[in-house]
């Protein structure tokens, strides 16, 4: 059963979003006529003459240069992403955190404000509180879902307005037309980390938000892989993120950019898959008598389903639960009794895997920090992959026995 809303246009190209991920970007016809891109190793590219340099520099031709401003490979996977995304540009990093920071670098300057919802990746987190405030930028948190408290703490120095959707491990569901408009509302930009959704599930850009963040380490590359992170968004205002990227020397290797491009080109399909297989198991574990709560957007009794209804395309494979009754050991034998899943952070690649966040990624925070971030001893965050659904529900059941 399911109640994706597949009505929902998720691509401004004309095209199909295969057929968008399998050529956009690409050249008909590439070097050493080969059908894919070929990995340029190179870290500098050659010019024929002085008035080709000119050329160049004065923009009037595409080309490389020297590999810190980019390589081939690259250009091709930024095109094919924002494609996919309907944005202007796309601008690829090395990780989704060196998009994040890249971006944020940026845009902001010293006695700037930022304000962000406060459930979010702890890294992007970390950076905000600890590294941002450093430099002199002002960063206010304020409750996940609490526009109100959102518009109450903009003022005159705000600059940028931070989400993710969903958000991670809760799943909570921004509504992005409320959140752009805030954002219109006081010339404040807004971005939207939208790695857990992905350009399949959510067009962002679309309701108006400025910039669109992806960790592509997860579904866009989708094989566990691969590390990339990518900003998407308009031409004119990524323009200061492609300099400092060039400067930051934040970029891929070709051979990363290669896998990339071929992880790409079977989005639309994994995407399909990772979304009935999400729903298969989030339903499967909300009626299971040893599970105490389940975290799904696409489940009616999540907090944020009528948002997620409403904008969303499928909800993805990430699905968090808690164990009924169970300390933090007694979960963690939920979790090592696993066969087919295994056991690893991360998400969004063909393998499903399982974690207790508490272990994984809040071992050295106490009690009380835990708490303010909502992880419990009993929680459970899944990644599921595009294995058959009924294996992988086989395998958490003998977990779960
Ligand atoms: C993984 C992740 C990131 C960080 O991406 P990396 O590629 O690991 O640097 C940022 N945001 C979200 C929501 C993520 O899941």
């Not at 300057?109 to 930028?137: A, K, M, N, P, W």
């Amino acid at each position: 059963m399911s109640t994706v809303s597949e009505q929902k246009p998720t691509s401004a190209t004309q095209r199909g979003i295969s057929t968008t991920s399998v050529h956009a970007g690409e050249a008909r016809q590439k070097a050493l006529d080969s059908i894919t891109d070929p990995i340029v190793m190179a870290s500098t590219f050659t010019f024929e003459n002085t008035q080709s340099i000119i050329d160049y520099v004065e923009q009037k031709q595409e080309r490389g240069e020297y590999g810190r401003y980019g390589v081939p490979g690259e250009r091709v996977v930024e095109k094919k992403m924002a494609a996919l995304e309907g944005a202007e540009e796309g601008i690829l990093f090395s990780t989704g955190m060196a998009a994040f920071v890249g971006l944020l670098n940026a845009k902001l300057s010293s006695g700037d404000e930022i304000v962000f919802f406060d459930e979010c990746y702890h890294r992007s987190r970390d950076y905000c509180r600890t590294y941002l405030s450093r430099f002199g930028v002002v960063t206010r948190e304020v409750k996940t879902g609490d526009y109100e408290a959102m518009e109450a703490a903009i003022n005159s120095n705000t600059k940028l307005l931070v989400s993710e959707s969903p958000t991670n491990p809760h799943l909570s569901i921004v509504d992005l037309e409320r959140f752009a408009a805030i954002g219109k509302t006081h010339g404040v930009e807004t971005i939207i980390d939208a790695t857990l959704a992905t350009p399949y599930n959510l067009q962002p850009i679309s309701y108006g938000v400025d910039y669109v963040m992806h960790s592509a380490t997860k579904y866009l590359g989708g094989h566990n892989d691969l590390l990339a992170g990518v900003v998407l968004g308009s031409k004119e205002q990524l323009a200061d993120v492609r300099k400092l990227r060039g400067i930051m020397g934040s970029i891929n290797s070709p051979h990363n950019c290669f896998l990339l491009e071929r992880g790409l080109k079977t989005f639309e399909l994994r995407m399909q898959r990772h979304n009935a297989n999400g729903m298969a198991v989030a339903r499967f574990l909300e009626d299971h008598p040893r599970v105490e709560r389940v975290f799904y957007p696409g489940l009616e009794s999540h907090p944020y389903f009528e948002t997620a209804r409403s904008q969303m395309r499928g909800y993805g494979g990430l699905v968090t639960f808690e164990v009924k009754d169970a300390d933090w050991k007694e979960t963690s034998k939920i979790v090592d009794a696993a066969q087919l899943c295994r056991i690893a952070p991360s998400l969004g690649g063909v393998e499903s895997l399982i974690e207790q966040p508490l272990v994984m990624s809040y071992w050295e925070r106490t009690p009380e920090q835990r708490k303010e971030f909502g992880i419990t001893d009993n929680m459970i965050r899944l990644a599921i992959g595009i294995e058959n659904a009924e294996d992988v529900i086989a395998d958490l059941t003998q977990c779960l026995s």
